[in-house]
């Protein structure tokens, strides 16, 4: 029976990934500032630099006088635009293909992306699954040992604590986790980069680059020991600024459990402490946290590692997603949209069958008969 449920899982997600790229065109296709109108504006202020180099301060003048008239302009076009040849207008519109009415653009790009064709970046001059591919390995780094790690701490950690409520160990505990809570993850990176890696104190880490430059030379055991020296401190942050919710979610849905009626039963059958948590207790309080295991993965892969590539200057997915909304660069927003949309449904899946493996008399595929 499950197979069939997996089945039909596997075939709503292409209908899912239409609905979630249909939405997302039709909102790109209502926002303002276009890649061509990014590419005139680019244009503008290279042709006003020059004017100004050339010309000196009156040349300047002239060529801030001109940009405003033509931003002055109406129509419904672009401002930028305004007192430039309509043929080159045009020809750019050709080239970006938006000389071509949206729903035959999207026609396309939905064709396209059946094979996993994702296009050209209109700005990088590379295909976007090239790109996708080439970031990808940062974005499943951060991603995935992070997520290891805050599921190996918060979920003994949060066990300890719901035996232990109220005594002396949970009170000191909870301290680390109001201070997880309350800073953010790129605070903890800026504090980490100070101290750890040539900030101000100490140089103990790079601070650039997934691996080093001389990865390549060394032998296996020294790259994965160089991998994981560049990875230790952004991934550190991202553990402390994500182990807390789970923390307490581990916590309470081991106390809500403890406290029950069978719990109750199972000790006055003479079970000790540690039959009752992990024969009766752990496999059904585990289920709400592997409920969250999807969107932390999902979370620490693309949005909550923007702004640690960023400051531990880590080419990834993340990135490269942020930085074409941006630029306009559509073929690179929809392609890593595309890409991101994947990941979580298939993770989503996978967290239904893990649900069925902790606890089999979870059927979803009865449930839906």
Same mark, same amino acid.
């Given at each position: ?32 500032? *276009? ?61 970006? *293909? ?217 080419? *990834?997915?993340?990135?490269? *997603? ?48």
């Amino acid at each position: 029976m499950m197979y069939a449920y997996i089945l039909r899982r596997l075939a709503l997600i292409p209908l899912t990934l239409f609905g979630i790229i249909a939405i997302n065109f039709a909102i790109v296709q209502i926002a303002p500032g *276009g890649p061509v109108e990014q590419l005139l504006a680019q244009l503008k202020d290279t042709a006003v630099s020059a004017t100004a180099r050339v010309g000196g301060g009156e040349g300047a003048e002239a060529g801030r006088g001109s940009t405003g008239q033509q931003g002055a302009g109406g129509n419904g076009a672009y401002r930028g635009a305004q007192g430039l040849d309509p043929a080159f207008i045009a020809e750019l519109n050709r080239q970006f *293909g938006f000389d071509q009415p949206a729903y035959v653009r999207f026609g396309r790009m939905i064709r396209d992306y059946l094979s996993f064709d994702l296009g050209r970046s209109y700005f990088r001059d590379r295909d976007v699954m090239d790109l996708v591919l080439d970031k990808l390995p940062v974005s499943i780094s951060l991603g995935v040992w992070s997520t290891l790690l805050i599921y190996l701490i918060s979920v003994p950690l949060g066990i300890a604590k719901a035996v232990r409520d109220g005594s002396r160990f949970d009170v000191l505990s909870s301290a680390a986790v109001i201070v997880g809570y309350a800073i953010p993850a790129f605070l903890f990176a800026i504090l980490l980069v100070i101290v750890f890696a040539g900030g101000r104190y100490l140089d103990w880490f790079p601070l650039r680059g997934l691996v080093s430059d001389h990865w390549a030379d060394l032998s296996w055991p020294a790259r994965i020991a160089d991998y994981f020296w560049h990875l230790t401190l952004p991934v550190t942050a991202m553990v402390i600024g994500g182990f807390a919710s789970l923390t307490m979610l581990t916590k309470n849905s081991f106390l809500d459990e403890i406290n029950k009626q069978y719990v109750m039963t199972a000790r006055a059958k003479g079970l000790d402490e540690r039959q009752v948590l992990y024969g009766h207790v752990f496999r059904n309080a585990m289920l709400l946290v592997i409920a969250g295991f999807p969107a932390t993965l999902v979370g620490m892969l693309f949005t909550g590692s923007l702004l640690i590539e960023v400051i531990f200057s880590l080419d *990834g997915l993340g990135l490269l *997603g942020f930085e074409a909304v941006i630029k306009r660069d559509y073929p690179v927003m929809f392609g890593t949209l595309y890409v991101f949309s994947l990941i979580g449904l298939l993770l989503n899946l996978i967290s239904d069958l893990t649900y069925h493996w902790v606890d089999p008399r979870i059927d979803f595929a009865a449930r839906e008969g």
